[in-house]
């Protein structure tokens, strides 16, 4: 019996920024295990592209506690806008799934990538989420 499943989005920004998000949430079996994490791992470009890997620009984990949620820096370098971007996904996904989060990103080019990464991994656990119910 699986515990999650992976479920992966190629997503352009208005700008013409490509990133690809890779995301491991918990199947059905695992929603009464609220200690089953979400993971995200956010590239720059598509996963399809023959470019070479960007480093790990951010590794973030949080973990929620009633209504709040709390975030820790696993590994990062010094691009503050990957990690603002990295504890921002773990944060929202921790508070609003009520389950711990870990956030593996490569790169955030800009502040509007950085919201519309944010948008697209909610909007990945949450078809993800209607895909297993239907």
Not at 28 to 39: C, H, M, Q
Not at 108 to 119: E, F, G, H, K, V
């Amino acid at each position: 019996m699986d515990l999650t499943r992976t479920l992966c989005r190629d997503s352009q920004s208005p700008w013409g920024e490509l990133f690809h998000v890779i995301a491991s949430v918990p199947t059905e079996a695992a929603k009464t295990a609220a200690k089953t994490p979400i993971t995200f791992a956010i590239a720059a470009g598509s996963h399809a592209a023959a470019s070479p890997p960007l480093p790990l620009a951010a590794y973030v984990y949080a973990v929620p506690r009633g209504k709040e949620a709390f975030a820790t820096v696993l590994s990062g370098s010094e691009d503050d806008l990957a990690h603002e971007t990295a504890n921002r996904v773990a944060l929202l996904c921790a508070r609003r799934f009520g389950r711990p989060c870990y956030v593996a990103l490569s790169a955030a080019s800009t502040p509007w990538d950085s919201a519309l990464i944010c948008q697209e991994c909610v909007k990945v656990v949450n078809d993800g989420d209607r895909s297993a119910s239907t």
